[in-house]
């Protein structure tokens, strides 16, 4: 799915509804919802990158955007706690969030609810990247991971009545294990290949990371600037 070649950083709320960046995102959300699962009340989506582009993270607060303005609760997570930037995308404040959770001994859905911010978009939340400084064991705890997906589709199930999608926009894939890790839980994985900037070999390197990882690579973002 090509993205128009405009302010790729932009959130799609700057944009005229008829424009052509607005209409690629509503159809790149249309995509994702025509493989969602119909059995499964929650849908997830990792939205990753081969190496760090800081636009990626717009691309997920993009897909959120148009998700929640079709009349689907959702629900943005920045897991990229080392390069964090959806709270001020959305103009929020430092919150506590994902590191905090993934810190803390247990999670729960009540706690869930406590440290997700609600965004100018009706039927928008974000769980924000959080304060605490995470050692890498941390976040690479599979069974914290789990726990706090785990929590995230319980909060969902108990407070909306339709069905609901999260999306988790990740660290890059090259140079660390976080993403793959996290596609390999996830429903579907979305790649951001940037023109101009992603070379094949970081492209092809991210794909053979993902697929060992058994990620349901659904597609390729293609951001054009």
């Not at 929640?68 to 959806?86: M, R």
């Not at 793959?180 to 023109?195: F, R």
């Not at 794909?207 to 349901?216: F, G, I």
Request: net charge negative; hydrophobic share 45%; with cysteine.
């Amino acid at each position: 799915m090509a993205i128009p070649s405009q302010e790729q950083v932009s959130l799609l709320t700057d944009y005229d509804a008829n424009s052509a960046y607005t209409a690629a995102y509503h159809e790149l959300y249309a995509n994702i919802r025509f493989n969602w699962d119909t059995q499964k009340q929650q849908h997830t989506v990792l939205i990753t990158t081969p190496a760090f582009y800081a636009g990626h993270a717009a691309a997920a607060a993009n897909i959120g955007i148009a998700a929640a303005q079709n009349g689907v609760p959702t629900i943005v997570v920045d897991a990229d706690v080392q390069h964090p930037s959806l709270q001020q995308r959305f103009g929020i404040g430092e919150m506590l969030g994902l590191s905090d959770l993934l810190a803390s001994d247990t999670i729960t859905a009540d706690r869930i609810a406590a440290q997700l911010c609600p965004t100018f978009v009706r039927g928008l939340r974000l769980l924000c990247a959080g304060k605490t400084p995470l050692a890498p064991t941390t976040l690479l705890a599979e069974s914290k991971l789990e726990e706090l997906l785990s929590s995230l589709r319980s909060y969902l199930a108990e407070t909306e009545a339709t069905p609901s999608l999260i999306i988790v926009s990740g660290p890059s894939v090259i140079g660390g294990t976080h993403a793959a890790q996290l596609s390999n839980m996830l429903d579907q994985t979305l790649l951001v290949i940037v023109t101009g900037r992603t070379t094949r070999k970081q492209a092809k390197q991210a794909q053979e990371q993902l697929v060992r990882a058994h990620a349901n690579l659904a597609g390729v973002i293609m951001l054009d600037v």
